[in-house]
C-alpha cells in the first residue's frame, strides 16, 4: 500500500475516472453530485468522506482491493477484508467452488484469482495438462503461462494464434480496467514467447464460433478436442479474495469432445 499513499486520494479518482474515459460531468451525472465539487475533490480542495469515497468507487467499478487503497490514501481505513480460500469464514464459498468444479466433470474447469493464478481445478484438467514442464506447473501456476509458453500447453494448441490472440486480448482489456502492474508485466513476458511461423498477435484475425466465441482446439492422442468456454464470477462479493475470482468452464463444441473426454475421465 505504501506505493498508492505517494500519491493523493485527489490524484487517484482522477486517474480512475480517466481510466474509464469518463470526463467529470460524466461521473458527476453519474454520480449524483456537482461537477464543482468533483473538481474539487480531484484537486485537493476538499476532503472526500468515506461514504462519498466509497460511493464514486461504485460508480467507477473500482475493484475492491483498490477500493481500500483509496480510502487509505485518504486516511480512512481499509473496509474490505482479504482472506484465504482456507478461513474458516470463507469455507462455504471453498464448497461450492469445489462442488461446481466436480459437477462439471468430464469437462475441464478451473478456478483463477485476479493474476490468473490458478486456484483449483477438477480431474480433467489434469488429465489435459499431463507432460507439459514440471517448472511450469509449480505453484503459483499461472494458467496464461501454462497456456502459452512454448514448454506448456502452446504446441498442442491446434489454433495457437486464434486462441493466443484471444487470450492477450482479455488480459490488454484486464489491464486496461485495472490498471494492474503484474498485469502488464505478464503481458510483456507472453508477448515475448516465441509463436510458429513467426505469427503476430492480431485480434482482428481471431475467428468465432457462431460469431460469439472463440474455440479452445486442443490436440490429444484421440484427436482435436474443440471447446467452449464461460467465466462465473461471484456476483456481490465484499471480500477481495471472492471478488477476485473467477470460475473459468470449458464445454465440448462437438460430440466427439464429449464423448473422449467421458471416457478419458472414467478410466
Known amino acids: 500500500m505504501s506505493s498508492v499513499q505517494t500519491q493523493s486520494v485527489g490524484v487517484l479518482l482522477r486517474d480512475w475516472r480517466k481510466r474509464r474515459h469518463l470526463s467529470q460531468l460524466d461521473l458527476a451525472c453519474d454520480a449524483d453530485v456537482s461537477a464543482r465539487h468533483l473538481s474539487f475533490l480531484e484537486t485537493g480542495r476538499s476532503q472526500p468522506s468515506r461514504e462519498m469515497l466509497l460511493h464514486l468507487a461504485e460508480q467507477l467499478e473500482i475493484p475492491l482491493r483498490e477500493r481500500n487503497m483509496l480510502l487509505v490514501a485518504a486516511g480512512y481505513a481499509p473496509v ?9 469464514a470463507l469455507q462455504s464459498a471453498r464448497k461450492i467452488i469445489d462442488l461446481v468444479l466436480a459437477g462439471h466433470e468430464p469437462y475441464p474447469a478451473i478456478a483463477i484469482d485476479r493474476h490468473w493464478t490458478l486456484v483449483a481445478s477438477n ?4 488429465l489435459l495438462i499431463a507432460g507439459v514442464d514440471a517448472s511450469l506447473l509449480k505453484p503459483p501456476v499461472n494458467v496464461l503461462r501454462l497456456s502459452l509458453h512454448p514448454s506448456g ?5 491446434a489454433n495457437l494464434s486464434e486462441w493466443r490472440s484471444h487470450l492477450l486480448t482479455r488480459l490488454r482489456r484486464q489491464i486496461e480496467l485495472s490498471g494492474d502492474a503484474f498485469l502488464a508485466g505478464l503481458l510483456t513476458e507472453l508477448n515475448g514467447y ?7 498477435d492480431d485480434p482482428q484475425s481471431i475467428k468465432e464460433y457462431a460469431g460469439v466465441a472463440v474455440p479452445f482446439q486442443f490436440a490429444t492422442e484421440r484427436g482435436v478436442l474443440s471447446f467452449l468456454s464461460t467465466t462465473t464470477i461471484f456476483g ?7 471478488s477476485e475470482l473467477a470460475l ?5 463444441a462437438n460430440g466427439f469432445t464429449a464423448d473422449a473426454l467421458r471416457q478419458l ?3
Do not use: C, Y
Not at 480431474?123 to 489434469?126: E, L, Q
Open 153 to 157: 500447453l502452446a504446441p498442442r494448441i
Open 265 to 267: 475421465v472414467s478410466k
Open 80 to 88: 474490505f477484508q482479504e482472506r484465504s480460500l482456507e478461513d474458516p
Open 236 to 242: 456481490t462479493p465484499l471480500d477481495i479474495t471472492l
Open 248 to 252: 473459468e468452464s470449458f464445454f465440448p
Open 123 to 126: 480431474r480433467a484438467v489434469h
Open 194 to 200: 516465441p509463436v510458429a511461423g513467426e505469427q503476430k
